[in-house]
């Protein structure tokens, strides 16, 4: 992990708990989806609803809200989803409509998580 990515997971952890872990191939990620059926599962897709900082922090509030105890944010690699995970996962987020590595998704992902929390909480931060 890149040390922005570390800060950024550190900086979160104050605010909740946060696990980032890695799969290989879509069998792996769908069987982790299937252990976490409580979980709300996200696409990171550049087809995906777009979002500002202060609409992805509201609808980050509203997850949280209405109890969900669970987000998993899923990053693809190069090759993108294959229709398996595609069809498990129904809810897409684009974090542009520009295409990035999956490394600097989660950097950026992780920053708007951060963002978004500190929106919520009327920190300074996101101005």
Request: proline share 3%.
């Amino acid at each position: 992990m890149c040390a922005l990515l570390d800060e950024y997971v550190k900086r979160i952890s104050r605010t909740c708990p946060i696990e980032l872990i890695e799969v290989r191939d879509a069998a792996a990620a769908i069987k982790k989806l299937d252990a976490e059926r409580a979980a709300t599962a996200v696409l990171l897709d550049a087809g995906g609803k777009s979002y500002d900082s202060q609409a992805f922090a509201k609808w980050l509030g509203e997850q949280r809200d209405r109890g969900t105890r669970e987000i998993i944010f899923v990053c693809g690699d190069a090759d993108g989803f294959p229709a398996a995970l595609r069809e498990r996962v129904k809810q897409k987020v684009s974090l542009s409509a520009m295409t990035y590595s999956h490394e600097l998704a989660r950097v950026m992902l992780a920053e708007q998580i951060y963002r978004a929390f500190a929106i919520l909480s009327g920190s300074p931060y996101p101005k």
